[in-house]
T-cell receptor, first 113, second 115 residues
């Protein structure tokens, strides 16, 4: 059973609009969450993170929201750009030092010009 | 370059053969991880090395899988008697000295195809 779920395998958004990528988790012990972006033939690259003591973290066009009671987090990209087209992975940390991550299956975002 | 490198980038092998995948982490990073990503799946944790400590092997799917890290740097993941279900992209990542919630830096991966 997947502990980290990304129920939308793909998402298409028009350039300039908002992209919202969702992630749900089942283990209430997760206390740190990250988003990674992956282009084809490259390894994932870190995008943004959030600790469970916060409900929002913003970095430029990227904002991550965390709803602990719903065990749900989302990544907002505003405005979306064609270069944002990639696979986005949500990951959650099980232990205090964040060394044991559980990754979701990813959502493929396509930003259309 | 200064990033994590992996070799080979692609490996095609026959069922039953052994394969070795190599990872060169970022210089100075003490933590090293191996993951694999099967088609349509997320990244599956395999093994974690931290400095000179005993590795965390809890993610290895069977005893056909093993990994070592020599001199605290380069790591080799070995898969013995490969099976078709071993076909996946194998990703290596490294992170700096253990401290609270370090970002992991990933290599480009090795795509393994077992015929």
């Amino acid at each position: 059973d997947q502990q980290v779920k990304q129920n939308s395998p793909s998402l298409s958004v028009q350039e300039g609009r908002i992209s919202i990528l969702n992630c749900d988790y089942t283990n209430s012990m997760f206390d740190y969450f990250l988003w990674y972006k992956k282009y084809p033939a490259e390894g994932p690259t870190f995008l943004i993170s959030i600790s469970s003591i916060k409900d929002k973290n913003e970095d430029g066009r990227f904002t991550v929201f965390l709803n602990k009671s719903a065990k749900h987090l989302s990544l907002h990209i505003v405005p979306s750009q064609p270069g944002d087209s990639a696979v986005y992975f949500c990951a959650a940390s099980l232990d205090n030092y964040g060394q044991n991550f559980v990754f979701g299956p990813g959502t493929r975002l396509s930003v259309l010009p | 370059g200064a990033g994590v490198s992996q070799s080979p980038s692609n490996k095609v092998t026959e069922k039953g053969k052994d394969v070795e995948l190599r990872c060169d982490p970022i210089s100075g990073h003490t933590a090293l991880y191996w993951y694999r990503q099967s088609l349509g799946q997320g990244l599956e944790f395999l093994i974690y090395f931290q400095g000179n400590s005993a590795p965390d092997k809890s993610g290895l799917p069977s005893d056909r899988f093993s990994a070592e890290r020599t001199g605290g740097s380069v790591s080799t993941l070995t898969i013995q008697r490969t099976q078709q279900e071993d076909s996946a992209v194998y990703l290596c990542a490294s992170s700096p000295t253990s401290s609270y919630y370090n970002e992991q830096f990933f290599g480009p991966g090795t795509r393994l195809t077992v015929l």
